[in-house]
């Protein structure tokens, strides 16, 4: 079945360093999402990137999805505590499709 | 707007009983979904709706069971609960499947 792979699974950055998570599935996508779930919260939608090579940003959050729409980044400029949580991709086969979610990737941010 | 609302927050379970989440959205989704998030893991699955009437197996279907009477409800039932569905739960909605997924607040379950 689908499989939808997520690296780092955690990684910890000092305030104002830079940050990337990375997104692999293991068959073309339609679209793909991104979530952002606070610690003790509930993931909330950031953005859906459907085209291939789309490039989104949203302040310093920049998205990218892969030529062969298989992979997706989600990339952060100059972190603040803010930004911590765990981020999931989720990706669909088509519409009327269910999404399927990464595992995750942790953001610790370091003041 | 509420959204998305889920009872209990949190509920403490014995082995072997049962109980129900309950699940309603005002938005009239007519997608619903049930996952559960497993610590420090993503998010699994268990049931999905895409109307009233309309429920199918995800992908962690075993030891629950839901039914979609209304568009607005859709409640979660464990008939024979085990240490193994201890777990953190989210019912959410969407347009349809592959639109934005919102989520409810989260149920916390665990069973001793």
């Known amino acids: 079945g689908q499989q939808v792979m997520q690296i780092p699974q955690y990684q910890h950055v000092q305030e104002g360093e830079d940050f990337t998570t990375y997104c692999n599935s293991s068959?073309?996508?339609?679209?793909i999402q991104w979530y952002k779930q606070r610690p003790g919260g509930h993931p909330v939608f950031l953005i859906q990137?459907?085209?291939?090579?789309e490039v989104k940003k949203q302040k310093r959050l920049t998205f990218q999805f892969g030529e062969a729409k298989k992979n997706s980044s989600l990339h952060i400029t100059a972190t603040q505590t803010t930004d911590v949580g765990t981020y999931f991709c989720?990706?669909?086969?088509?519409?009327?499709?269910?999404?399927?979610f990464g595992p995750g990737t942790r953001l610790s941010v370091l003041p | 707007n509420a959204g998305v609302t889920q009872t209990p927050k949190f509920r403490i379970l014995k082995i072997g009983q049962s109980m129900t989440l309950q699940c309603t959205q005002d938005m009239n989704h007519n997608y619903m979904y049930w996952y559960r998030q497993d610590p420090g893991m993503g998010l699994k699955l268990i049931y999905y709706?895409?109307?009233?009437?309309?429920?199918d197996k995800g992908e962690v279907p075993n030891g629950y069971n839901v039914s979609r009477s209304t568009t607005e409800d859709f409640p979660l039932r464990l008939e024979l609960a085990a240490p193994s569905q201890t777990s953190l739960y989210f019912c959410a909605s969407s347009t349809q499947g592959g639109n934005t997924i919102y989520f409810g607040e989260g149920s916390w379950l665990t069973v001793v």
């Open positions: 068959t073309t996508l339609s679209n």
């Open positions: 989720a990706g669909t086969l088509g519409y009327g499709q269910n999404f399927v």
């Open positions: 709706s895409v109307g009233a009437g309309i429920t």
């Open positions: 990137l459907v085209k291939s090579g």
